[in-house]
């Protein structure tokens, strides 16, 4: 797990975030008994004004099997904070 923290945060990062919106996809997606091991991902977002959180189980999988834009919206995100 790593933890960023205002300007710590990479700015690709915080663009990707503000450009894929998904300070509206708060929740939890995904299937956690889609596969073996479990693949998961949290993303916590403190704000000003609230939280947001975002937990996916199994997200290559999910991806795979659905055509969800809001999926792909997350794992663009999310890919961006693994190769930070």
Same mark, same amino acid.
């Given at each position: 797990m790593r933890t960023w923290s205002g300007g710590?945060?990479?700015d690709n990062v915080c663009k990707a975030i503000h450009e894929e919106g998904i300070? =509206?996809?708060g929740?939890? !997606?995904g299937d956690r008994d889609?596969? =073996?091991p479990i693949e !998961? =991902? $949290?993303l916590r977002l403190v704000l000003a004004d609230g939280v947001v959180e975002i937990e996916f189980f199994n997200r290559g999988i999910t991806l795979f099997m659905t055509d969800d834009e809001k999926f792909r919206r997350i $794992?663009?995100?999310l890919s961006k904070l693994d190769k930070a």
């Open positions: 710590e945060i990479p300070l =509206d996809l929740g939890v !997606y889609a596969g =073996d !998961y =991902d $949290h $794992h663009r995100v």
